[in-house]
C-alpha cells in the first residue's frame, strides 16, 4: 500500500524509538523511507538589560547544526539499511519544522509521514503547539502517529 514513507526524527529518545517502528512497518509494507531532520535556524540575539551574549557567529551554530543533522541521519540510515529498507536522509534549515516536513515529503514524492507524538493533550498540547498536530492539520499526505 505505502511505498515511500517520510520519517522527521530530531534524535530524542522518542524519535528514536519512532525510527525503530518505522523501519520495521517499511519492511513489512515493502517501502522505502526518506529520513528527515529540520535543522533550527540561527537564533536572532536579544540585546537589552540583563542578556545574555552568545558568542556563538551564525557560521558555528550552522556548522554544529548540520553536525547533530548528519549524525542523527546517519543513525537512522544504519537501522534501516541493517533491516533491509531502503532509505536516504534529508536536511533542511527551518524556522517552522511541521511545513519542512510536509514540503519535504512532498519533493520526495513520499505516500505517508510516519512520525512521533509526545502525546500531550488539553491546555499543555495547545499552549506548546505540537508540530505532530500540525502535520496532521496541513498536510494532504497521509500521516501515521505512533505512540
Avoid at 28 to 39: C, S
Avoid at 53 to 75: G, R, V, W
Avoid at 114 to 132: D, N, P, Q, V
Wanted: with cysteine.
Amino acid at each position: 500500500m505505502f511505498k515511500h514513507i517520510l520519517v522527521p526524527t530530531d534524535g530524542s529518545e522518542l524519535s528514536s524509538a519512532t525510527v525503530t517502528r518505522a523501519v520495521t512497518f517499511a519492511r513489512e509494507a515493502g517501502a522505502k523511507i526518506t529520513f528527515f531532520y529540520a535543522q533550527p535556524d540561527f537564533p536572532m540575539p536579544i540585546y537589552g538589560e540583563g542578556a545574555l551574549i552568545d558568542p556563538t557567529t551564525p557560521e558555528q551554530f550552522s556548522k554544529a547544526a548540520a553536525a547533530e543533522a548528519d549524525a542523527i541521519l546517519a543513525k537512522s540510515r544504519e537501522l534501516a539499511t541493517v533491516a533491509g529498507v531502503e532509505c536516504a536522509g534529508v536536511t533542511v534549515v527551518s524556522e517552522v519544522p511541521y511545513e519542512a516536513i510536509i514540503e519535504a515529503a512532498e519533493k520526495s514524492a513520499c505516500d505517508l509521514i510516519f512520525m512521533a507524538s509526545h502525546g500531550r493533550r488539553g491546555l499543555s498540547g495547545f499552549l506548546l503547539g505540537s508540530e505532530t498536530q500540525k502535520v496532521l492539520t496541513h498536510s494532504k499526505i497521509p500521516v501515521l502517529v505512533y505512540r
